[in-house]
T-cell receptor, first 109, second 114 residues
Framework: QKEVEQNSGPLSVPEGAIASLNCTYS??????FFWYRQYSGKSPELIMS????GDKEDGRFTAQLNKASQYVSLLIRDSQPSDSATYLC?????????FGAGTQVVVTP | DTGVSQDPRHKITKRGQNVTFRCDPI?????LYWYRQTLGQGPEFLTY????????KSRLLSDRFSAERPKGSFSTLEIQRTEQGDSAMYLC????????????FGPGTRLTVL
């Protein structure tokens, strides 16, 4: 079992709709959770961090964390073609980040 | 405010050769991380430094890999006797040691071993 699991996709989302991405993790001691966006051929770009149970909103992005269920999610509202990318869930253990394999999102006009 | 920089951006080498990559972190960041990413996978942790001290090294990292951060500023990652399986994107990230510890990535060095 991988330590951080994501659906690989691709997740096809109509322009203007909400994209919903999910991530589960195995280490109950994890305290910090991150979402990175990665365009093809580029490096990961940090878009959200969340540390407490509940929701955290930043612009069109909302991260949700449920430590009891070991679950973290990302919602992208009003999806735009520029949101087409791979979204990586990352969980911080002591020092290092552990990443999922990423979910590819394709926003269709 | 400059971000994390890496050099070179691309490296093509023949099997058996040694290669060295450099990473310059964000100036006020005291932590520096190396990751490796292959196609279709998330980045995989290799090693990290706090200031000049190497605090953790992945068990997956063979003895052919070595990293240094001699003055707590830039870091180098050397791969000796490269193999085709070393072909990947090598990513450097930096952070400031505080609650949350958000890591910011450089552009990466893409290594191709022929």
């Amino acid at each position: 079992q991988k330590e951080v699991e994501q659906n690989s996709g691709p997740l096809s989302v109509p322009e203007g709709a909400i994209a919903s991405l999910n991530c589960t993790y195995s280490d109950r001691g994890s305290q910090s959770f991150f979402w990175y966006r990665q365009y093809s051929g580029k490096s990961p770009e940090l878009i959200m961090s969340i540390y407490s149970n509940g929701d955290k909103e930043d612009g069109r992005f909302t991260a949700q964390l449920n430590k009891a269920s070991q679950y973290v999610s990302l919602l992208i509202r009003d999806s735009q073609p520029s949101d087409s990318a791979t979204y990586l869930c990352a969980v911080k253990g002591w020092g290092k980040l552990q990443f999922g394999a990423g979910t590819q999102v394709v926003v269709t006009p | 405010d400059t971000g994390v920089s890496q050099d070179p951006r691309h490296k093509i080498t023949k099997r058996g050769q040694n290669v060295t990559f450099r990473c310059d972190p964000i100036s006020e960041h005291n932590r520096l991380y190396w990751y490796r990413q292959t196609l279709g996978q998330g980045p995989e942790f290799l090693t990290y430094f706090q200031n000049e001290a190497q605090l953790e090294k992945s068990r997956l990292l063979s003895d052919r890999f070595s990293a240094e951060r001699p003055k707590g500023s830039f870091s180098t990652l050397e791969i000796q006797r490269t193999e085709q399986g070393d072909s990947a994107m090598y990513l450097c990230a930096s952070s400031f040691d505080r609650v949350g510890d958000e890591q910011f990535f450089g552009p990466g060095t893409r290594l191709t071993v022929l």
